[in-house]
Structure formats: structure tokens, C-alpha cells
């Protein structure tokens, strides 16, 4: 999988936070939502694992990829993932490093940093 949409700088951590808030009076679709974003984590395309819950989450996963996005002419992109959802609110995180791997122990910290918030 190629990220074309994102522009990396050498040596840099990027990251973004999504939140989409459902409106779950009638259904909990939040909860479906995120149950569909990570059923597709483990194969290989994408993550290629199934990730580890979020400390303190019932829910929340935080996915390290297994292998960085390549492109000729480009440093490899190392990417992470965190899905979880609260009070209807799904939350997506998207951290991105062209300097290494990225570190599961941040990602989680920041995924339960931001859960916490919801």
C-alpha cells in the first residue's frame, strides 16, 4: 500500500486524530464502525497483526505495522494505527515515522491519552 496523500519530511513523527461522532440513540453504530475498521487490521495490506488493546479501553486497539511503506526514491514509511470508540465517538489515529519503527509504547500512550478525553 502506497500513501501518496502524505507528505513526510526526513527525521519526522506525524500524527492525526480523528474523531466522528455518531449518532447512536437508535443503534450503536459507532461500535459497528470501528468493529468493521478493525476486522481488516491483520491482513497483510494493511497492519498484518491484530494490535494490543488500549490500557484502560474495552475496545480500543493500537496496531504497529509489520512493514514500512515503501516507494522508489523515498525513505521507508513506518505507520501505526489506534481505532476505539466511546459515548459514540469513534477515534482514529494515525501515527506516521520516516526516521524508524514506530513505538508501541507511545502510540498507546497517546491512544489512551486521547480516550480519555472522549
Known sequence: MQRDDLLVLDGKVY???????????????????ARQQQEYMPEDDHAGNYGKPIPGSDNGHTYVFDKPHTKA?????????????RNGVFMDIQYNNNSGPVSESALQALAKQQLERL
Not at 486524530?17 to 450503536?28: E, I, N, P
Not at 526514491?73 to 470508540?85: D, F, I, K, N
Open 15 to 33: 500524527v492525526t486524530v480523528l474523531l466522528t461522532q455518531f449518532r447512536d440513540d437508535t443503534a450503536v453504530v459507532s461500535k459497528d464502525y
Open 73 to 85: 526514491g523515498y525513505e521507508p514509511l513506518y505507520e501505526g494505527r489506534a481505532y476505539a470508540w
